[in-house]
């Protein structure tokens, strides 16, 4: 017993002093570090996009699922909503799976207009494990179809449209000169072309009683006056743009610093229109009519030929000369600088001018077929719609044929070709259909653009379609029904439509242009009356130099 005693105590021993001198310490046990989660899935009113949707609900129900079931508590600080504009916008949330899907319903969107739904990595899941990637949802809301103003008569919503818009021009005019500011926002800036649609604008508002004669005429001798002794010429044609106040060249650019052969072409186009509107047997109309005269008479249509060719150039500079260098060919909105060429009774142009300068002995022709119409001339699929308004603010295409083409059916067909497209809608655009299209030049988001078939970035301009009236009737019609009943709480304001718009990537404009403006009252009036085109078709020296060029119609 002795032994055992001494060998069990030999034994703790050993135990005892091998712990003690050569042990390793019991090693700490390992946490698992925290996992992060993913995103697994997402579904806007039950139906998965990727993460852009359109055409969507003020309270769309948006589920977003992830690989585990997050922390309630931090939802609120990763989950945000904002509009394009930065506005945040309050939603509510609920749970699902096992709170692995979160379910969020916006409070109330406004229409068309875009949000992104951002859940940043902050969103922490129940095991406190962050989210490993970002998430960005964009939602595009649709239109809300309801009226935003009372029904109207279509009659009472063309008197409307005409005397909204004319506020642009007759409110709006430069105080000093009376001419049209380029835009809203450009101070003393007043603009050539837009002026002469704004001259027949102030024309179609007297007519109509918007504007009583004795205002319009001295608005009309107010222009007139400071046309002929303030604002800056070269050989009688006038630069792009002025000063209001001071009439001296406002550089269109570096090089474009003086004359504007096409701009000068608008405006004598309403000049001539307004002489033959005041044609009363009194003094101060009689003189109106030779202050018209004036300036009618003294632009050097045929120098702009450069030394005799057979083309008329745009611009000249009187410093840099010709540099600019570009021939106004056609088919574009320039056939009013060659009609008012051939009818200038002091400095006239041959019909080999016209010819060869301006139609290429016919290479204006097209006749091609787009979208089942026949286009007679022109660029593909028509180009922006201006090109059958400007000229065509005086020039009555109605039954109105050259060797050419008959401006009817061309104008009529460009028109049809553009509202097809717009139907057709190839690239998807949100919003284009049989009551909204219209595609020319216009602003756009951060710019400016001539929009058309083959230059469509989603842009519609009120302007394409009202203007195109005696066009397409029926389709112009639905278009202005449209942007007045349905888009009026964006686009109707203090000077009628805005400039343009665009429900793809939502934006409105907060601009006017007067060159936009203008061929909406005027041909407006054309539809319904006829009367610009009956005034400016009336000079005799139209009739005349139409004749020359080989023009034929019911009224020359």
């Not at 916008?89 to 109330?108: A, C, E, K, M, R």
């Not at 229109?273 to 008479?297: C, M, P, S, V």
């Not at 057979?310 to 600019?324: E, F, K, M, R, T």
């Not at 203090?494 to 665009?502: E, V």
């Amino acid at each position: 017993m002795k032994n055992l005693k001494f060998f069990v105590g030999m034994g703790m021993f050993l135990i005892l002093f091998a712990c003690g001198k050569g042990s390793k310490p019991t090693p700490t046990p390992v946490i698992p570090p925290v996992t992060s989660f993913s995103f697994n899935a997402l579904k806007v009113n039950g139906k998965n996009n990727g993460f852009k949707y359109v055409n969507v609900n003020a309270k769309p129900a948006i589920a977003i699922t992830f690989s585990t079931p997050l922390n309630q508590s931090s939802v609120a600080g990763s989950i945000i909503i904002t509009s394009k504009a930065g506005a945040t916008v309050t939603f509510s949330t609920t749970y699902q799976n096992s709170d692995s899907t979160v379910l969020i319903t916006p409070t109330g969107l406004s229409p068309i207009t875009q949000y992104t739904l951002n859940v940043t990595t902050a969103l922490k899941s129940a095991k406190n494990g962050n989210l490993q990637s970002a998430l960005a949802v964009q939602l595009t809301t649709a239109i809300d179809s309801t009226k935003k103003f009372s029904t109207i008569t279509d009659d009472q919503l063309l008197d409307l449209v005409e005397k909204q818009t004319l506020k642009y021009f007759y409110e709006f005019g430069h105080p000093a000169s009376g001419l049209a500011r380029e835009r809203n926002s450009s101070g003393d800036v007043v603009t050539t072309g837009g002026s002469g649609f704004g001259i027949m604008a102030i024309v179609a508002g007297i007519n109509r009683g918007f504007i009583s004669h004795a205002d319009g005429l001295t608005r009309m001798q107010k222009i007139v006056g400071f046309l002929n002794t303030k604002a800056q010429k070269f050989h009688g044609a006038f630069p792009h743009w002025m000063n209001g106040n001071t009439g001296a060249v406002v550089p269109f650019s570096a090089q474009d610093n003086g004359a504007d052969l096409v701009e000068t072409a608008y405006l004598m186009q309403g000049l001539i229109t307004a002489r033959q509107y005041f044609n009363g047997a009194g003094i101060a109309e009689a003189q109106l009519r030779t202050d018209i005269n004036t300036l009618w008479n003294g632009v050097e249509w045929d120098w702009f030929r450069q030394n005799s060719q057979n083309v008329l150039y745009w611009h000249w500079s009187p410093d840099q000369g010709w540099a600019i260098n570009m021939k106004i060919t056609g088919w574009n909105e320039a056939l009013i600088v060659y009609v008012l060429g051939a009818s200038s009774t002091t400095h006239t142009i041959p019909k080999t001018v016209y010819d060869q300068g301006w139609a290429n002995n016919g290479g204006i022709k097209n006749g091609n077929n787009y979208y089942g119409v026949t286009l007679p001339l022109g660029p593909a699929q028509g180009g922006p719609m201006f090109f059958a308004h400007y000229s065509f603010l005086g020039i009555n295409p109605k039954g109105l044929n050259d060797a050419y083409a008959n401006y009817e059916t061309q104008n009529k067909a460009h028109a049809t070709i553009n509202y097809n497209y717009c139907v057709a809608n190839p690239q998807g655009n949100s919003g284009y259909s049989a009551n909204c299209w219209g595609l020319t030049a216009s602003d756009i988001e951060g710019g400016y653009t001539a929009s058309s078939p083959t230059n469509d970035v989603g842009v519609i301009a009120p302007t394409a379609a009202i203007a195109s009236l005696p066009y397409t009737p029926t389709q112009s019609m639905a278009a202005l029904r449209f942007f007045y009943y349905t888009l009026g709480d964006k686009l109707w304001g203090q000077y009628g439509f805005y400039d343009a718009f665009n429900l793809t990537n939502p934006w409105f404009a907060d601009s006017y242009l007067a060159i936009d403006q203008g061929p909406i009252i005027v041909m407006i009036e054309n539809y319904r009356s006829g009367l610009l085109w009956n005034l400016f078709m009336s000079a005799p020296e139209v009739k005349t130099g139409m004749k020359n060029l080989g023009f034929s119609s019911p009224n020359l």
